[in-house]
């Protein structure tokens, strides 16, 4: 079992910044962050394996950057340039297995940290 701890949400004004950082009990593949907004499907942000490769919902590429400590068994999502349409909950994701075209399976969940962009 792995447990994830989520922090770095909150509220921003629009073109501002926030990190996520989400800690993992213990090493896994690959980690990754989802988002929900109200009254919309939970969609993949970006994913990162314990190698490096990265993975970017078209959206929030080149605004949001995954990154990872090994050491730390914690993944960060530097978001820039924030819009409010990427208001959400954000939602920390681990899994045993890499990515694919079917998308991640995902075996741990973290417990949702909320990000408001406001206009």
């Known amino acids: 079992q792995v447990q994830l701890v989520e922090s770095g949400g909150g509220l921003v004004q629009a073109g501002g910044s926030l990190r996520l950082s989400c800690a993992a009990s213990?090493?896994?593949?690959?980690m990754g962050w989802y988002r929900q907004a109200p009254g919309k499907q939970r969609e993949l942000v970006a994913t990162?394996?314990?190698?490096?490769?990265?993975n970017y919902l078209d959206p929030v590429k080149g605004r949001f950057t995954i990154s990872r400590d090994n050491a730390k068994n914690t993944v960060y999502l530097q978001m820039n340039s924030l819009k409010p349409e990427d208001t959400a909950v954000y939602y920390c994701a681990a899994s045993r297995f890499g990515i694919t075209s079917a998308g991640l399976r995902v075996h741990y969940w973290g417990q949702g940290t909320q990000v408001t962009v406001s206009s």
């Open positions: 213990k090493s896994i593949f690959t």
């Open positions: 990162i394996t314990s190698g490096g490769t990265t």
